[in-house]
């Protein structure tokens, strides 16, 4: 057992692999704008997703705000989102000048309501940002036809998604684009890092634009762009982490067992049930603890675990409603009241990484059943 336990614990190299690219790198002397390595990445992970287009970015957060500019919405025009999600996503719709509106989400995968989305359409709706939350992924045909029909932008916060497939069709090729996150908290990390993909190659000259100030060549800057580049080090992280992936789903998946043999037949633990046809990406181990039916709250878990210097993590909450940028800011629901006011104080992520062994997972069990 090793303590702290954290919740995420993000898979590295061995550092004798490293020194070769960084020797290549100090020869070469070119750090960033689109040197060898971050090439290589793109073309690797164009792969590894199923994408057409799949373009790196220094971070998902510089990715989202990309996203949705690259569509030229209205400013001052609405998308719709959830409240359960990082407070980025909502952040970087406000960056762009538009305005976050936030639907409820499904009891049954805490995703994106479409029945919620419905309601919260006016004349203002340019765009839908669905987030596919702790590996579960968003109603995606329902989210279509409802975009289709209202001629809305569709997007995809797929953070928490990489590598997933639905009837084996990658999940970043859905919608009009998808917005990966290569943080050090993720299944797959740059350290830093982020990603666009679009099944569409034309989509390729607005992106990099968008990533390099607006940069066509030395002498022309044909729009409005930021620095989205990833440098050559976050890059060779990227290559080689990459190869490691599959291993550490593996083992995710194996511990995911293990939890849900003592948690599944737990009164009052609700565990997310697996999709039919998705790949999940095994980036979350979340449960819901319904305190009058389990006798203890989430947080009282959440603290017992704390004390024996294990980490897990209330996550998501607060909800993005809770904070200050968007605390006046409704939540429109097809139930009486929405659900995910309901869900935020039961959610709880378990550590979930190959570094959690049997007696860490020997210790949380004792913490669940204590009292029973």
Known sequence: MTRPLFVARPILPNLEDLKPYLESIWDR?????GGVFHGELEKELSRYLGAPTAMLFN?????????????????????????????????????????????????????LDPAAVELAITEKTSAILGVHVYGSVCNLDALEEISNRHHLRLIYDAAHTFGTTVSGRPIGTFGDASVFSFHATKLFHTFEGGMITTNRVEDRETISYLRNFGIKNEEEVVGIGLNGKMNELQAVIGLLTLPLVEAERKSRLALRKKYESFLEDLPGIRLLAAQPGVCN??????????????????????DGLKKRD???RKYFHPICTDFEPYRDFPIHSARPQPFVQEVKSTVLCLPFHSGVDDGDVDEMQDEFLRGF
């Open 59 to 111: 971070n998902g957060t510089i990715g989202l705000m990309a996203a949705l500019r690259m569509f030229n919405l209205p400013p001052g025009s609405e998308v719709i989102t959830t409240p359960l999600t990082f407070a980025a996503t909502a952040h970087a719709i406000s960056w762009n000048g538009l305005i976050p509106v936030f639907a409820d989400i499904c009891p049954n995968d805490l995703t």
């Open 310 to 312: 294990i980490f897990s």
């Open 29 to 33: 002397r070119i750090l960033t704008n």
């Open 281 to 302: 990406s095994e980036q979350y181990f979340p449960i819901q603890i319904d305190s009058k039916t389990f006798g203890r709250t989430r947080d009282d878990i959440y």
